[in-house]
């Protein structure tokens, strides 16, 4: 792991990253700058980061969906995943949900997965460990050969309290959670441990424990650090703010 600063501009950004060979795998730190896919100015910001980092190229961008939908070596239309064998870099500015990363340091290949509350209803991790599986096409896995890595994302502590965080016991996908023991109940409100979720989804999946390991980021944010679109809409934040997650082959 390594913690780097990249001058774009006038701005110095910070990067969490780690090295898997030539795949380089991250996310940035601090709540000043917006990395949101769906603006052209931020989409040169991020292009200029992945320069930076030696990952320049065209890249895959996550259009989220909030459901199950997996891509393949495309961003042609919303999804919750992306995979790339092509060696394309692949983004997400995943607001307080998570960006969770997986590598396959057997055969290169990695991709990106947006889980939010909704995400872990649809059972994304599980579908997205699969369909992973099944485009690498190998019956044989190695110590580790799998790398997860879970981008910081907002507690169950710091949820924000609006109509957007409660978890209602009849309510698909969130019944998910009300199943689990997920839940943290905090002045009156349940609110999920979605990186719990997660951790949960891959331990509960076909790979085997030695096969696989997790890198949690320990990075918790307040609900100031990161908005969601329910935040956004409901205190009409004009400001939004979204962190950016990435995954990709060095450009060497």
Same mark, same amino acid.
């Given at each position: 792991m390594s913690t780097l600063t990249v001058k774009i501009d006038d701005k110095d950004l910070k990067f969490t990253? =780690? @090295? +898997? /060979?030539?795949i380089l795998a991250g996310f940035s730190l601090g709540k000043n700058v917006n990395y949101h896919p769906l603006s052209d100015i931020n989409l040169q910001l991020t292009s200029k980061v992945l320069n930076k980092l030696d990952l320049s190229g065209s890249f895959l961008k996550i259009k989220t969906e909030h459901k199950d939908k997996i891509l393949i070596n495309s961003d042609s239309e919303e999804a919750d995943a992306i995979i790339s064998t092509s060696g394309k870099p692949i983004i997400l500015s995943p607001a307080d949900c998570i960006g969770l990363i997986l590598i396959d340091t057997k055969s290169n290949s990695y991709g990106l997965c947006h889980v939010g509350r909704a995400g872990v209803g649809y059972n994304i991790v599980e579908k997205f460990i699969n369909k992973f599986l099944e485009i690498i096409d190998s019956t044989t896995y190695e110590n580790n050969q799998f790398q997860f890595i879970i981008s910081p994302n907002i507690d169950h502590e710091n949820y924000p309290h609006n109509d957007d965080a409660f978890i209602y016991t009849d309510s698909k996908p969130n019944w998910w959670f009300n199943n689990q023991e997920l839940l943290n109940k905090k002045d009156g409100t349940f609110f999920p441990n979605l990186e719990g979720a997660v951790i949960k989804q891959i331990k509960e &999946? *076909? $790979? *085997? %424990? %030695? &096969? =696989?390991?997790?890198? &949690?980021? /320990? $990075? @918790?944010? +307040? *609900?100031? %650090?990161m908005h969601s679109n329910a935040r956004d809409t409901h205190e009409s934040i004009k400001e939004k703010r979204r962190n950016l997650v990435f995954v990709g082959h060095l450009d060497r």
């Open positions: 990253t =780690y @090295s +898997f /060979g030539d &999946s *076909k $790979l *085997k %424990d %030695d &096969s =696989y390991e997790i890198i &949690s980021s /320990g $990075l @918790s944010t +307040f *609900k100031e %650090d």
